[in-house]
């Protein structure tokens, strides 16, 4: 989307990323904001005062917790009306990564599915009315390599896999629930990113995963609905 031509036409394109605060999520919306549209980042914890003032003037910030609907309910309406052209559901955590089958816990299983899997669904439906106003129309899961029915060989990571396997298959869901009004909902791997998530091991840095993932949206079709996508490949 030419973000010039936009403005001019007096509609700036717009993209809204939760976890905006931090590792890839951080680095959507400096990518974002660097090729001119405004950012709305739907964060728990406070961008740094330098992050925030380097995406410049139409940048927003809005407190946002994946385990609090009333938050996103307030979220919610403080943008009603507002187009918003791309949705950005990347806030997600990585518990008990190390846990062995008899380890994994109840509450941090819940909390993983609550976090990765059901927060950004049920942002996803209070903002479908500002998606339908925006003009890409692109809903974006940030998934992971663990929710691959593929190819899979790391071990361990339970709740992570099963509550990433999910939310892919919830978008699923959603690309058939919403393709008459002209949603794509697509979800990407980022790859393995050098973040605190990984504890800043990984082959990618954040700008080379973003860079490489809005290479994908920017070529995104309607042919893509329902896709898993990793560096234009559609996974498993
Ligand atoms: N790094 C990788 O290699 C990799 C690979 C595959 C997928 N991913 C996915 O990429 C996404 C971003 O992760 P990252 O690597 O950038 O890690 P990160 O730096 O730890 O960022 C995680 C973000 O999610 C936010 N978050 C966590 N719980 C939240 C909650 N309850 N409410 C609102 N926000 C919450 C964090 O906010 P706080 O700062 O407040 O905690 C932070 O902004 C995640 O969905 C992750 O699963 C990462």
């Not at 940048?59 to 009306?81: M, P």
């Amino acid at each position: 989307m030419d973000a010039e031509r936009k403005k001019e036409e007096g509609h700036m394109p717009t993209v809204l990323i939760t976890g905006a605060n931090s590792g890839i999520g951080l680095e959507f919306a400096r990518q974002y904001a660097a090729r001119g549209w405004a950012v709305i980042a739907a964060n728990r914890s406070p961008f740094k005062p330098a992050d925030y003032a380097q995406l410049g003037y139409d940048a927003t910030e809005i407190r946002y917790d994946a385990q609090d609907d009333k938050k996103a309910a307030e979220l919610a309406l403080r943008l009603k009306g507002r187009p918003i052209d791309v949705v950005i559901l990347n806030a997600g955590i990585s518990e008990e990564t190390e846990a062995a089958p008899e380890e994994v816990t109840a509450e941090s299983f819940e909390r993983s599915m609550m976090v990765n899997t059901y927060a950004p669904l049920h942002l996803a439906a209070l903002l479908e009315d500002n998606l339908k106003m925006g003009e890409a129309k692109l809903l974006v899961g940030v998934s992971s390599l663990a929710a691959d029915t593929g190819r899979y060989d790391v071990p361990r990571q339970f709740a992570y896999r099963a509550s990433k396997a999910a939310l892919n298959q919830m978008w699923r869901n959603l690309a058939v629930e919403w393709k008459d009004w002209g949603c794509t909902c697509i979800t990407l791997r980022p790859g393995r990113v050098r973040t605190r998530m990984t504890g800043y091991a990984g082959d990618l840095s954040v700008e080379q995963a973003v860079s490489g993932m809005i290479g994908v949206l920017d070529r995104a079709t309607p042919e893509d609905n329902g896709a898993f996508i990793w560096h234009g490949t559609e996974l498993a």
